[in-house]
């Protein structure tokens, strides 16, 4: 890990200057111009300056100024080789600068290498070179030891700034880039989750219905086989057709209760004991049911209730719901049939009914028993609330 550090890239943040807002990016454009202005203006306006060294500058300038666009280029392809060939180049160009007096290219040369090798090379090579770029400056600019100490001091400090602020802004571009994706990764998975409610509610509700319009229809076939009057028989029918119509309007229900509209638990098993002709017992105090608690009990007396008339016809039904603390619990009991010992219904239907029921139950961190009992049959849903 030690070694990784000191031989590490910076993030492309740093090398490629990205995250930068626009107007950061014009303020360090502007600046470069400034500086180099202030440097060309510095160089040529020296008193020190002899007359026979402009060439000689002139060309050492342009030499540096293209040194220094290879290193970045270097820097921008992660060569560190040739990185540190461009370096080595404008050490040399500052040290001929210093020779023929222009003090003030080879200082500048001298501590922006400094600061542009502790900001984007490796630590293993960027601490050499502003090593030996700081010293030169201190040794060779011709400023007091005092001096030339504090602006090498200032150089390291700006350059290690300059670095730390890079890394946090990359560290802080990337924390954003990976909320983006767990936020995209939530909505995703939110979206599969309602599809899949959506997509139960309307298996559940269509089940039941087809189930009920099955047992009706069955018994209509029957009926006719067996020569039984047309107003029997038109019953049977009749009752198949209110069963599709009672299926459209629970798979309205269903999408609204998924929408937070659903009318109350207690409301909807008076409507279905009073339309089955069952018994409803209501225990402790009725109080609002969360919508997801609430579909559970309605799909599970539904199914219950519809079960209990295909294999136990003529059975009586009882249905208990019960208001429990933190939960609320939903029984369907029936009594043995009244029917014929072997109903010719009783086979009707998928056959999932229980299943589904349970793994109802069991995602909303409830269960559900089913079973036989004294003669008849019990469904007991129990989730919480």
């Keep these: 890990m030690g070694a990784e550090v000191w031989s590490r890239w910076p993030s492309g943040d740093v090398l490629f200057r990205d995250g930068l807002t626009g107007p950061r990016k014009l303020l360090g454009l502007g600046g470069r111009l400034v500086l180099l202005t202030v440097v060309v203006w510095s160089t040529f306006a020296s008193d020190r300056l002899a007359a026979g060294a402009v060439v000689l500058v002139s060309g050492l300038l342009l030499t540096g100024a293209a040194l220094l666009v290879g290193f970045f280029l270097a820097v921008r392809g992660r060569r560190l080789p040739a990185a540190l060939g461009c370096a080595a180049g404008?050490?040399?160009?500052?040290?001929?600068?210093?020779?023929?007096?222009?003090?003030?290219?080879?200082?500048t040369v001298w501590c922006v290498l400094a600061v542009a090798a502790l900001v984007r090379l490796p630590l293993l090579g960027g601490l050499p070179v502003a090593a030996a770029a700081l010293a030169s400056y201190v040794a060779l600019d011709g400023v007091s030891t005092t001096a030339g100490l504090a602006t090498a001091g200032g150089m390291v400090l700006l350059g290690s700034l300059l670095r730390l602020d890079a890394e946090a802004r990359a560290a802080?571009?990337?924390?954003?880039?990976?909320?983006?994706?767990?936020?995209?990764?939530?909505?995703?998975?939110?979206?599969?989750?309602?599809?899949?409610?959506?997509?139960?509610?309307?298996?559940?509700?269509?089940?039941?219905?087809?189930?009920?319009?099955?047992?009706?229809?069955?018994?209509?076939?029957?009926?006719?086989?067996?020569?039984?009057?047309?107003?029997?028989?038109?019953?049977?029918v009749v009752a198949a057709r209110?069963?599709?119509?009672?299926?459209?309007?629970?798979?309205?229900?269903?999408?609204?209760?998924?929408?937070?509209?659903?009318?109350?638990?207690?409301?909807?098993?008076?409507?279905?004991?009073?339309?089955?002709?069952?018994?409803?017992?209501?225990?402790?105090?009725?109080?609002?049911?969360?919508?997801?608690?609430?579909?559970?009990?309605?799909?599970?007396?539904?199914?219950?209730?519809?079960?209990?008339?295909?294999?136990?016809?003529?059975?009586?039904?009882?249905?208990?719901?019960?208001?429990?603390?933190?939960?609320?619990?939903?029984?369907?009991?029936?009594?043995?049939?009244?029917?014929?010992?072997?109903?010719?219904?009783?086979?009707?239907?998928?056959?999932?009914?229980?299943?589904?029921?349970?793994?109802?139950?069991?995602?909303?961190?409830?269960?559900?028993?089913?079973?036989?009992?004294?003669?008849?049959w019990r469904v007991l849903l129990r989730v919480p609330t």
């Design 90 to 107: 404008l050490l040399a160009v500052a040290v001929g600068a210093s020779a023929v007096d222009a003090s003030t290219l080879a200082g």
């Design 172 to 236: 802080q571009r990337r924390l954003l880039e990976q909320e983006r994706a767990a936020r995209t990764a939530e909505a995703r998975s939110a979206a599969l989750a309602e599809r899949a409610r959506i997509a139960r509610e309307i298996h559940d509700v269509l089940a039941h219905s087809l189930s009920a319009q099955l047992v009706h229809l069955e018994a209509a076939r029957l009926m006719l086989d067996g020569g039984a009057e047309r107003d029997r028989v038109r019953e049977r």
């Design 242 to 376: 209110r069963m599709a119509q009672e299926g459209l309007a629970e798979t309205r229900q269903a999408l609204s209760a998924l929408r937070g509209e659903l009318t109350p638990v207690g409301d909807f098993l008076v409507e279905l004991t009073g339309r089955e002709a069952a018994r409803l017992v209501v225990e402790g105090s009725p109080r609002p049911v969360p919508a997801e608690p609430a579909l559970a009990v309605r799909r599970v007396a539904l199914e219950a209730v519809t079960n209990a008339r295909k294999h136990a016809p003529g059975a009586a039904v009882t249905v208990r719901l019960a208001y429990l603390a933190g939960a609320v619990e939903l029984e369907v009991r029936n009594t043995p049939g009244a029917g014929p010992a072997s109903n010719p219904l009783a086979d009707s239907g998928a056959g999932y009914g229980l299943l589904g029921m349970r793994e109802r139950a069991e995602l909303l961190g409830g269960e559900l028993a089913a079973g036989p009992e004294d003669g008849g």
